[in-house]
């Protein structure tokens, strides 16, 4: 038997109970539909069938019985497609009751799940002896494909106030014993810290700056803590710097050695140990670099689930937000953004960790402090993320420092947006020697 006589996962009984407990139980109609829609069922009839069902639902109707559907499909010329007032009749004949409505409507998603991934399957067979198109994009569109089907029919469910309050309970009591100042994963800056209580899962933070800020230095600064002190498992995407030069200043900062003797190599002994010493708690952290440019958000989203799979990763950091290639390059720019935005919020809450996106801000943002409104490129940015802080301070020429190479430049972190805690402006300092961000009360050492 070929694949051509093979009949497509169906189960028909199924289509007809739930239609059948849906004439019995007007009201069940809220509890199917996250599983049902109109293309979700085999049989066209059942199609034609529900399709007038939703029509009413979403009308207001308030009662939903064989003799509304059938003038419903009258009205819009399907009843007979809809197998005629006889099988709708015959439909309540399938069910007694409608106390199993959700287990028949499961069965039907279920089912439509599989015609689904043969279809999609069929089509990346297709493309795949299409020897005019590259393999690189045979296996984007079949990724793309793939989790599109996975997004797009994820069922929705909700929680009652009793599992809620439980679980809320369970977590007060969890930090109550743990007596944790943080809930979130601390990034080492403590008053940043104490004013977000570490950065939480499922949030979509943004750290906006000015070129040559330190967007990435404070991403490195954060990262040292969280993979290095805390050994947190964290992925950091550089898509702008070559992952040995990140791992040249991660060695700076973590060995306290300048960042242009490293680049030299006018070294001492000491340094040489200092290096090692820094290396070897580099080397035990459970750090995770890419550096791919011109990464696509398909290929970022991939490889952020592979990697919270596999390595249990429990932060991200994107180094910048703006270097992200959309799927879509014929649309406005902005709208690119837009949807790199929203796909990244996405990733936070299906991940369950922090996502840390860098990006710059706008020329005329130059001179004074970046509002929300300096996000560069989309407002999207500001509305999808939930949280923002800028880099701000005054740009120096470090030559004329009193103390040469070894100065700390106040910093403010303005935090200009938290949706679950306060805002305001936090001191730090930054060492351009090490080319890393630190506390106020500690960047002597």
């Given at each position: 038997?070929?694949l051509?006589?093979?009949?497509?996962?169906?189960?028909?009984?199924?289509e007809?109970?739930?239609l059948g407990?849906?004439?019995?139980?007007?009201?069940?109609v809220?509890?199917?539909?996250?599983?049902?829609?109109?293309d979700?069922?085999?049989?066209?009839?059942?199609q034609?069938?529900?399709?007038?069902?939703?029509?009413?639902?979403?009308?207001?109707?308030?009662?939903?019985?064989?003799?509304?559907?059938?003038?419903?499909?009258?009205?819009?010329?399907?009843?007979?497609?809809?197998?005629?007032?006889?099988?709708?009749?015959a439909?309540?004949?399938?069910?007694?009751?409608?106390?199993?409505?959700?287990?028949?409507?499961?069965v039907?998603?279920?089912?439509?799940?599989?015609?689904?991934?043969?279809?999609?399957?069929?089509?990346?067979?297709?493309?795949s002896h299409?020897?005019?198109?590259?393999?690189r994009?045979?296996?984007?569109d079949?990724?793309?494909?793939?989790?599109?089907?996975?997004?797009?029919?994820?069922?929705q469910?909700?929680?009652?106030?009793?599992?809620?309050?439980?679980?809320?309970?369970?977590?007060?009591?969890?930090?109550?014993?743990?007596?944790?100042?943080?809930?979130?994963?601390?990034?080492?800056?403590?008053?940043?810290?104490?004013?977000?209580s570490?950065?939480?899962a499922s949030?979509?933070?943004?750290?906006?700056?000015?070129p040559?800020?330190?967007?990435?230095a404070?991403a490195?600064?954060?990262i040292?803590?969280?993979?290095?002190?805390?050994k947190?498992?964290?992925?950091?995407?550089?898509l702008?710097?070559?992952?040995?030069q990140?791992?040249?200043?991660?060695?700076?900062?973590?060995?306290?050695?300048?960042?242009?003797?490293?680049?030299?190599?006018?070294?001492?002994?000491?340094h040489m140990?200092?290096?090692?010493?820094?290396?070897?708690?580099?080397?035990?952290?459970?750090?995770?670099?890419v550096?791919?440019?011109?990464?696509?958000?398909?290929?970022?989203?991939?490889?952020?689930r592979?990697?919270r799979?596999?390595?249990k990763?429990?932060?991200?950091?994107?180094?910048?937000?703006?270097?992200?290639?959309?799927?879509?390059?014929?649309?406005?720019?902005?709208?690119?953004?837009?949807?790199?935005?929203?796909?990244?919020?996405?990733?936070?809450?299906?991940?369950?960790?922090?996502?840390?996106?860098?990006?710059?801000?706008?020329?005329d943002?130059e001179?004074?402090?970046?509002?929300?409104?300096?996000?560069?490129?989309?407002?999207s940015?500001?509305?999808?993320?939930?949280?923002?802080?800028?880099?701000?301070?005054?740009?120096?020429?470090?030559?004329?420092?009193?103390?040469?190479?070894?100065?700390?430049?106040?910093?403010?972190?303005?935090?200009?947006?938290?949706?679950?805690?306060p805002?305001?402006?936090?001191?730090?300092?930054?060492?351009?020697?090490?080319?890393?961000?630190?506390?106020l009360?500690?960047?002597n050492?």
């Amino acid at each position: 038997m070929s694949l051509k006589d093979i009949v497509p996962p169906n189960d028909l009984e199924a289509e007809k109970a739930a239609l059948g407990a849906l004439l019995l139980d007007w009201e069940a109609v809220g509890v199917v539909l996250p599983y049902l829609r109109p293309d979700r069922f085999y049989s066209l009839q059942n199609q034609k069938i529900f399709s007038a069902m939703l029509s009413l639902y979403q009308k207001g109707e308030v009662r939903g019985d064989i003799l509304t559907i059938i003038e419903e499909l009258k009205s819009t010329g399907d009843l007979e497609k809809a197998g005629g007032p006889a099988y709708i009749t015959a439909l309540t004949d399938e069910v007694p009751t409608s106390a199993n409505i959700e287990y028949y409507a499961k069965v039907v998603y279920d089912n439509y799940i599989r015609r689904s991934l043969i279809k999609t399957s069929s089509v990346i067979i297709a493309n795949s002896h299409d020897k005019t198109v590259e393999s690189r994009s045979v296996l984007e569109d079949a990724q793309k494909q793939i989790f599109e089907l996975s997004d797009n029919n994820t069922t929705q469910s909700y929680k009652t106030a009793p599992e809620l309050v439980t679980k809320s309970i369970e977590m007060i009591e969890q930090l109550y014993s743990d007596k944790s100042a943080f809930t979130g994963v601390p990034t080492g800056l403590n008053k940043l810290d104490a004013m977000t209580s570490g950065f939480h899962a499922s949030e979509f933070i943004v750290i906006g700056a000015r070129p040559s800020m330190g967007k990435t230095a404070l991403a490195l600064s954060m990262i040292a803590n969280i993979a290095i002190e805390q050994k947190t498992s964290c992925a950091f995407f550089s898509l702008e710097m070559a992952d040995v030069q990140i791992m040249q200043r991660l060695l700076s900062i973590e060995s306290n050695i300048p960042s242009d003797l490293l680049r030299t190599g006018h070294l001492t002994m000491q340094h040489m140990q200092q290096i090692q010493n820094a290396a070897g708690r580099i080397y035990d952290s459970p750090l995770y670099v890419v550096d791919t440019p011109n990464m696509k958000l398909l290929d970022l989203r991939s490889l952020c689930r592979r990697l919270r799979a596999e390595k249990k990763i429990e932060i991200v950091f994107i180094d910048y937000i703006t270097l992200i290639q959309s799927e879509n390059t014929m649309i406005p720019r902005h709208e690119q953004i837009a949807e790199i935005s929203r796909s990244l919020k996405s990733l936070a809450r299906e991940l369950e960790i922090p996502v840390v996106a860098l990006s710059q801000v706008r020329r005329d943002s130059e001179g004074k402090e970046p509002t929300l409104a300096d996000l560069r490129e989309s407002g999207s940015i500001e509305q999808d993320a939930d949280v923002v802080m800028f880099i701000h301070r005054e740009r120096q020429n470090t030559d004329n420092s009193e103390n040469g190479s070894q100065f700390a430049i106040p910093t403010k972190l303005l935090l200009s947006k938290q949706r679950n805690g306060p805002t305001g402006a936090i001191d730090i300092v930054f060492l351009p020697t090490y080319t890393k961000f630190a506390n106020l009360d500690n960047s002597n050492s």
